[in-house]
């Protein structure tokens, strides 16, 4: 992977210019800040009552865009964010080993261009297993224990393995990636000041387990006795209020069941545990209050979340880097309704949301944190493909406090920062399709950008294209029956039109099925 990588590299770095030193510094830095299974309206600006408020202000001083969209699942939007191709053409969903020979990670763009390129948190980029060796990234602090936030002992320093971190040390992940992050900034700073850099902190948070410090979780210990209806309901007015959605919600998915139930899950976390999103009014007294505690501990994992980012920010405005720096933040799926133990195991005497617990967000509020939209990660229904997306670059002509209903994706994100750094996307490599996506940054700026010819999600069996405000989606549990829906009037998706519209239907799923082989063709080629 490593000569392959320098392969890959080299035309660039002939191509490409980096001579003149007065561009680069000119040239914008970028930060990309990724959570991992953050729902759609957890956060305070996407009508969440969590406390968000350094994401609230990059907002206010930036652009939230309501339709954009991830794979549903964490590596593969990884691949994309990464390679600016879709998973399946790079062999990445379902994971084939390597990255074909002619994809490139993100540094072989940046870096001919002058920039410094970082990356901290969660890799998952699986046919490049290491950032720095086969991602191109100068500097890394990657982590492979994500079951693990107080005490990893898989995690490395430029692909290094590092000695595993005890529990009583005070290890938090969340702060220890922004520690991290701050560090490379200062290095950068320090070492090569008249260069751009690009900063890749990808977080861990919320993902299961719950867990969260104490302090943090204190703050809503009360919070959610309402339960997750009332939630939903509140979150999805406060969403029509702010202007980001004028659809009628999903309902609750009662029926759906949470990935990997094993059958002995409620014998290891006790009768408050429920498989279900059922109305909360049907939960037992014991039931509500064990609940409430799951989401009191997810909601402090997202506060900590923003907490951490506004140091980085903070850094950033120190530094005098934060007017030309474009930032934009985003998740890799939705919330997530999984329901498991694993990693060290769960003590049930343990308190909740520590490093001895194992607890799971579970259906109920995985339904509530995606509100008002349907169905959670993995499955490529709106709740699981849908994230928050903020761009603040104060130098860049964004559009202050605006909201944006563009369709983007993520592989529209490396056109998007290749514009941002001034330069076209270079010609593919030997063997390599044209990269599929477009660059968001002209609707950013308060103008047009021309829709996606379409958008195509294929998941573990989970199957999606959407064309135009057009969507036709699948699930294994629905018996991979085709589902049709119009997504200007029903983005909660509660119409399904497909027997009114069987030719539509037909036309996009033949659609679907070639785009489908064709991926899968080209991620053949070398």
Request: charged share 20%; net charge negative; hydrophobic share 40%.
């Amino acid at each position: 992977m490593p000569t392959a990588f320098l392969t890959a590299i080299l035309p660039l770095a002939i191509s490409w210019s980096a001579d003149d030193s007065a561009r680069d510094r000119a040239r914008p830095n970028i930060v990309v800040f990724l959570a991992d299974d953050l729902g759609y309206s957890d956060l305070g600006c996407y009508g969440g009552e969590i406390h968000t408020p350094n994401l609230d202000a990059l907002a206010a001083a930036g652009v939230r865009c309501t339709r954009f969209y991830n794979t549903g699942r964490c590596w593969p939007t990884r691949a994309c964010i990464l390679t600016g191709y879709y998973a399946q053409q790079v062999r990445m969903d379902p994971p084939e080993g390597r990255l074909p020979g002619w994809a490139r990670a993100l540094p072989a763009y940046l870096r001919p261009l002058g920039y410094r390129c970082y990356h901290v948190g969660k890799w998952h980029l699986l046919g490049a297993p290491r950032p720095v060796a086969d991602g191109g990234f100068d500097r890394s602090y990657w982590f492979e224990d994500w079951d693990r936030y107080f005490s990893p002992s898989k995690h490395y320093l430029d692909d290094e393995l590092l000695p595993p971190v005890d529990r009583a040390s005070g290890y938090y992940a969340t702060t220890a990636f922004a520690d991290r992050a701050i560090e490379f900034l200062d290095e950068h700073a320090a070492r090569h000041a008249g260069a751009p850099f690009c900063l890749y902190l990808a977080f861990i948070a919320p993902h299961f387990p719950l867990h969260a410090l104490e302090q943090d979780i204190r703050k809503y210990a009360d919070r959610y006795q309402e339960g997750w209806d009332a939630v939903r309901q509140s979150r999805a007015r406060r969403l029509r209020e702010l202007g980001l959605c004028d659809f009628p919600p999903a309902q609750r998915d009662a029926g759906l069941a949470p990935r990997y139930l094993a059958g002995d899950l409620l014998d290891r976390l006790g009768a408050g545990e429920v498989t279900r999103a059922v109305a909360w009014s049907d939960l037992t007294s014991g039931q509500q209050r064990f609940q409430a505690v799951k989401m009191a501990i997810h909601a402090a994992m997202v506060d900590r979340l923003d907490q951490e980012i506004g140091r980085v920010v903070a850094h950033l405005r120190v530094q005098g880097q934060l007017d030309n720096t474009l930032i934009l933040f985003l998740s890799d799926n939705g919330a997530d309704a999984t329901l498991l133990v694993r990693g060290d195991g769960h003590d049930p005497e343990a308190p909740p949301g520590s490093a001895a617990s194992f607890l799971c967000l579970g259906p109920g509020w995985a339904s509530a944190a995606n509100a008002p939209l349907r169905r959670q990660k993995v499955w490529v229904s709106e709740g699981g493909i849908a994230t928050p997306f903020i761009a603040h670059w104060p130098a860049g002509g964004l559009v202050r406090a605006g909201i944006r209903h563009d369709v983007g994706h993520v592989i529209d994100l490396l056109p998007t920062l290749m514009e941002a750094a001034g330069s076209s996307l270079p010609a593919p490599a030997p063997g390599a399709p044209s990269l599929p996506g477009r660059s968001l940054l002209p609707a950013l700026r308060g103008g047009s950008v021309a829709p996606p010819e379409q958008l195509f999600f294929h998941h573990e069996g989970n199957r999606a294209l959407h064309v135009g405000d057009w969507k036709l989606v699948s699930a294994r549990e629905d018996g991979d029956v085709w589902q049709l829906f119009d997504l200007a009037h029903d983005r909660g998706e509660t119409r399904d039109l497909a027997a009114q519209q069987p030719q539509r239907v037909s036309a996009m799923a033949a659609q679907w099925a070639r785009l489908d082989a064709e991926f899968r063709r080209q991620s053949q080629h070398d």
